[in-house]
Protein backbone atom coordinates (compact mmCIF):
# COMPACT_ATOMS: atom_id res chain seq x y z
CA UNK A 1 0.00 0.00 0.00
CA UNK A 2 2.81 2.14 0.53
CA UNK A 3 4.59 1.73 -2.74
CA UNK A 4 0.69 2.37 -4.42
CA UNK A 5 0.35 5.71 -2.19
CA UNK A 6 3.85 6.90 -3.36
CA UNK A 7 3.67 6.08 -6.91
CA UNK A 8 0.44 7.76 -6.76
CA UNK A 9 1.81 10.81 -5.12
CA UNK A 10 4.45 11.16 -8.08
CA UNK A 11 1.79 11.02 -10.87
CA UNK A 12 -0.13 13.49 -9.01
CA UNK A 13 2.90 15.87 -8.61
CA UNK A 14 3.86 15.41 -12.50
CA UNK A 15 0.66 16.10 -13.72
CA UNK A 16 0.56 18.96 -11.58
CA UNK A 17 4.06 20.48 -12.41
CA UNK A 18 2.90 19.89 -15.95
CA UNK A 19 -0.07 22.22 -16.08
CA UNK A 20 2.54 24.83 -15.33
CA UNK A 21 4.16 26.91 -18.42
CA UNK A 22 3.89 25.96 -22.06
CA UNK A 23 2.99 22.30 -23.24
CA UNK A 24 5.12 19.50 -23.41
CA UNK A 25 6.80 18.45 -26.25
CA UNK A 26 6.06 14.72 -27.19
CA UNK A 27 9.83 13.65 -26.09
CA UNK A 28 9.57 15.28 -22.79
CA UNK A 29 6.37 13.85 -22.10
CA UNK A 30 7.89 10.27 -23.31
CA UNK A 31 10.69 11.05 -20.84
CA UNK A 32 8.06 11.41 -18.04
CA UNK A 33 6.01 8.71 -18.82
CA UNK A 34 8.94 6.26 -18.98
CA UNK A 35 10.68 7.27 -15.90
CA UNK A 36 7.43 6.44 -14.00
CA UNK A 37 6.69 3.40 -15.72
CA UNK A 38 10.57 2.51 -15.16
CA UNK A 39 10.78 3.13 -11.74
CA UNK A 40 7.82 1.09 -10.92
CA UNK A 41 9.32 -1.85 -12.66
CA UNK A 42 12.72 -1.18 -10.75
CA UNK A 43 11.01 -1.16 -7.75
CA UNK A 44 9.68 -5.35 -8.25
CA UNK A 45 13.14 -6.17 -8.39
CA UNK A 46 16.22 -6.73 -5.80
CA UNK A 47 15.58 -6.15 -1.69
CA UNK A 48 17.03 -3.61 0.56
CA UNK A 49 19.52 -1.05 -0.53
CA UNK A 50 19.32 -3.37 -3.99
CA UNK A 51 15.19 -2.21 -4.53
CA UNK A 52 16.92 1.21 -4.22
CA UNK A 53 19.35 0.83 -6.79
CA UNK A 54 16.86 -1.44 -8.66
CA UNK A 55 14.20 1.72 -8.32
CA UNK A 56 17.02 4.33 -9.59
CA UNK A 57 18.05 2.43 -12.53
CA UNK A 58 14.83 1.58 -14.39
CA UNK A 59 13.92 5.04 -13.42
CA UNK A 60 16.86 6.08 -15.92
CA UNK A 61 16.22 3.58 -18.16
CA UNK A 62 12.69 4.16 -18.38
CA UNK A 63 13.55 7.94 -19.04
CA UNK A 64 16.20 7.03 -21.57
CA UNK A 65 13.77 4.90 -23.50
CA UNK A 66 10.79 7.10 -23.22
CA UNK A 67 12.31 10.01 -24.54
CA UNK A 68 13.74 8.39 -26.97
CA UNK A 69 10.47 6.79 -28.17
CA UNK A 70 8.80 10.19 -28.06
CA UNK A 71 11.35 11.99 -30.13
CA UNK A 72 10.50 9.36 -32.89
CA UNK A 73 6.73 10.59 -32.58
CA UNK A 74 7.54 13.92 -32.41
CA UNK A 75 7.35 15.06 -35.99
CA UNK A 76 4.40 12.46 -36.70
CA UNK A 77 2.25 14.47 -34.17
CA UNK A 78 3.35 17.61 -35.21
CA UNK A 79 2.58 17.41 -38.73
CA UNK A 80 -0.36 20.64 -39.58
CA UNK A 81 -3.26 19.39 -41.36
CA UNK A 82 -3.79 20.62 -44.43
CA UNK A 83 -6.47 22.97 -45.22
CA UNK A 84 -10.11 21.56 -46.94
CA UNK A 85 -9.78 23.55 -49.64
CA UNK A 86 -6.25 23.28 -50.68
CA UNK A 87 -6.12 19.41 -51.43
CA UNK A 88 -5.36 20.00 -55.04
CA UNK A 89 -8.96 19.38 -56.15
Sequence with gaps: MKTFTYSLSAIALAAALSACGTPMSTTQTGAMTGAVLGGVVGHQFGE??????????GTMAGSYIGGQMGAQQGPYYQQQPQPYYNRGY
Design 48 to 57: GDGKTAATIA
